[in-house]
C-alpha cells in the first residue's frame, strides 16, 4: 500500500467523522430549532442535512479508495493458481539441470499454499517481487538502447572527470551502490 494515499485517507475520515459526531448533530439541531422562524428552522435542518449527505458521500469515497489500495496489493486465489500452473514449467525450462534441487524448493515455495499462507500474514507481492522485476527489466531495456558517439564521448568525458577527483570518485562508487578498489 502507498503509505502516503493511506495516511491521507486516515486523515480525510477522521474529518468526516468529526463533523458527524452525534453531539455536534444534535447540537446544530437545537440551534436550529431555537430560531422562532418556521422557515428559518426548515432552512437550518436542510442545510444539516445536505451536510451530512455531503460527508456520506465523502466516507464512502474513502471507503472505496481503502479498497482500491488493498486490492491493489492482493493477488486472487486464480492469480495464485495460474503463477503456480505456469511459472514452474517457465522456471523448468530455464535452469539447468544441475539446479533442479533448487527448482524442487522453489516448487515448494510457489505452491498455492505457501503463497496463500504469505498473503494471509500481510506479504505484499507486487511491491516486493513485482517492483524489482519491473525495474530490472526496464535496466535490461533500457541498456539495450543504442546510444549516439556524442552520449557515448560526453560520457566518457564526465567519467575521466570524475576519475580526477579522489571525493567525486568516492561519491561516484556510493551511488552507483559499488565498492571502490583499494588504492
Known sequence: MDNQIVAQLGADLIAATARNGASI??????TAKTNKEYK??????EEIIYDLLNDKAEIQRIAQAYEQELVAQKITEDDIKYITDNLIPILSSLLP????EQLEQLKKLLSVETLTIMQ??????????GEPLTLLLRKIIES?????????????LAIANIAKDKEATKRFYQLTNQKMPED
Open 25 to 30: 448533530i444534535s447540537d446544530k439541531i437545537r
Open 120 to 129: 494471509l500474514i500481510g506479504f505484499n507481492y507486487k511491491q516486493a517481487i
Open 40 to 45: 428559518e428552522t426548515i432552512s437550518e435542518l
Open 144 to 156: 539495450k538502447i543504442p546510444m549516439d558517439s556524442k552520449t557515448n564521448v560526453d560520457y566518457a
Open 97 to 100: 539441470k544441475e539446479n533442479r
